[in-house]
């Protein structure tokens, strides 16, 4: 078989591991799908230092077990690479996610218009919180199924960390061009954003267990939790 | 009347947040102080929705199993907050307490803590109003001063309102036939003793001497309207522990 004329760059494009090749200046020549996303919460100086930190001596390649975290994106591993002076490449290694099989008991779930219950959680934070709340919701939405006591709980505990913020950023939108499986099952995703200065976070736990019952991925950081919410119709 | 009124902006925020939840079916817990509304509030609101008191658990259970929605009052009476029992209802509870076992927080999808009548300043005048109109209807009086709200003391919220606008009512379409009765009921049922006319004389000259005092501003003065010397009326001031 003729190698030379299997486009490998497209391997590389549709990898879910990002890779991105830098010129020494630090400029980015090329990265594929997976660093397009990535490169969406981190900068590219942050991407381009990391890669000269873990820089191997010489020309070569060099792998590196190294947790790293930007976001909802999770690493365990890096590689840093060079064959000339002029280019260097980074490439990062998704964690792995534990993969449990989905399934959704239907009997606690009732469709739902999540900007009532949003709302409604929204009206309980104002009750003890005087944050200047900055909201960007898709009123277009369409309701879908929801364990609504459980979410609405969850919901609770999250605002009820930014009590003491002095702004909160709502964001509430439809995921474009990502999906979840549930029993086998595809699901576009609504992702739910609640950012500030600075939050509690003595309760994280919990919320994440709440968002866990309910089917519900969670990203908890100091300054911002964000929930990915399966849209079941 | 409404069923339920209040120009609070905590309590306007918490009705909104309940009339939104009407279209969920979710949990919603309301705590606050004995007498600020909460039940007016949760009537109004929720008026199909069948109610149980928390204190008579036999019935409480019988409800929950024959119903999916469902209105407790007195939650805090009701000891056995088992997960199990709520589980696929919508609870609409009402406590006069606000500490509960930790787990009470993971049933109910909404908390709120509805503020006292001494936090809602914008509330007293307007429930003053109504509770007056219904005393005036009651003793049948229109012409009495209104009562001076701020020395109203609100440690049990609309009851001590309602009680005080009440009383006030009460106490200024009096007459003496009316005081001699309610006298002559207090003698019959106290006396008994060996020295009661001292003991009881207190009950005219109290009142009698602190009116004075109030409305005419001097010892001197009120000695003469009374017509008694005023180092008598000195001696009884020190007699009666008058300030």
Sequence with gaps: MNLESIDFKLFIETDNNPFILFESSGHIIYLNNAAEMLLCYVGTKELYDLTLTYAPKTFGHKSTIHSLEYESFSFYSLMVGYETDEQIYLRLYNKPLVQTKISISNESLIATDINTILEANITLFQLESNAAISLFVDQELPAFKLDQNYFSIMLRKAFNSFINSTTLDVVLKLIVGEYILIDDKKHQMIELVLKAPKRRVDHDDEISQLANQTHIASSLKPEIIKFQIPLIL | ?243
């Design chain 2, 1 to 243: 009347m409404k069923l339920f009124y209040s120009t609070s902006t905590k309590v306007q925020y918490i009705t909104k947040g309940l009339e939104l939840s009407k279209s969920l079916f979710v949990s919603s817990l309301i705590i606050g102080e004995a007498h600020i509304g909460k039940k007016s509030l949760i009537k109004s609101i929720f008026p199909e929705i069948p109610w149980v008191d928390g204190s008579d658990i036999i019935k409480l259970k019988q409800t929950l199993n024959k119903h999916d929605e469902l209105i407790i009052s007195n939650f805090e009476l009701y000891g056995d907050y088992s997960i199990g029992d709520f589980k696929g209802k919508r609870i609409i509870a009402i406590s006069d307490s606000t500490s509960f076992p930790s787990h009470i927080d993971s049933l109910f999808a909404f908390i709120y803590t509805m503020p006292s009548l001494k936090e809602r300043p914008e509330d007293v005048e307007y429930l003053a109003d109504i509770f007056t109109k219904e005393a005036r209807s009651i003793f049948m009086t229109k012409d009495i001063s209104p009562l001076d709200l701020a020395k109203i003391d609100l440690a049990d919220n609309t009851k001590s309102l309602k009680k005080a606008i009440f009383e006030h009512q009460a106490y200024n379409t009096i007459t003496p036939n009316k005081i001699e009765r309610i006298l002559y009921n207090y003698f019959e049922k106290e006396l008994g003793g060996n020295n009661d006319y001292a003991k009881y004389l207190p009950i005219f000259e109290h009142p009698l001497i602190m009116a004075g005092l109030d409305k005419f501003g001097s010892q001197l003065k009120l000695s003469s309207i009374l017509g008694i010397n005023r180092n008598t009326l000195r001696k009884k001031v020190y007699e009666l522990g008058i300030n």
